[in-house]
């Protein structure tokens, strides 16, 4: 039997919830993967599949019986592409970034709990340290989620490491604030191997019309990137901030 009928809102909101269980570990669902996934019963979850289909939110490919992320998505990408001048701004930064330091840039945003990476640029070394477009992190994890922290609170940011899931961070709630605190002082946060073994990261918010939304991230093998060599990818990311910042503010109109 399926469940009692639910409000337009609340249709709303299951779509939603099954187009965000969408990621680069699960990039297919089935209708009893959603079932189970959500709770729902299996007419309630075919529904919904077929409803997100029929708007091209989702395509089903009938081999496999599955539903994947469909054209719709692109669409609605290629309007905020167009929307305003900062994300083609953003994309001449990561080219500089990655030009600059040698190694691989990319950008994080915020989507709930997790930062995910949305755009990346691997270095041209052989050797080199990738996370993958797609891929998430805990925002209490790795320098990119920190930097998307910068600007909370600290009632914000322990409410947030309140939350069940929400992985503690690394040594604790305290040092975390800690870490935060430094890093609002120099731009930029710092990590070293909590996201990926061996690799050494900073990062930087994106100076965005809503703060905390999307950050740089220049990352590198910690082999290659000491102190000296950080340190000097550190100062050219905070520079192309203050660029991209000025930039923005130049297009804002009055």
Known sequence: MDEPSVTGTQSVFRALSIMHAFNAARSTLTGPEVAELFGYSPPTAYRLLRALEAENFLIYDPNARSYSPGPE??????????????VAQTQTTLIRLRALTGETVAIYWRLGNK???TQEMPSPQPTRIEAGIGVDFPLTRGAAGKALLLDLPEAEVRDLLAEPDVPAPIGGARTLLAELTAARKRGYTVSGGETIEGSVSIAAPIPWVRQGLAAYSVIAPESRFGPRERDAAARTLVEEMARLRSILQGNTPH
């Open 73 to 86: 998505i692109l669409r609605l990408a290629g309007v905020m592409l167009h929307r305003d001048a900062l």
């Open 115 to 117: 930062c995910t990476c």
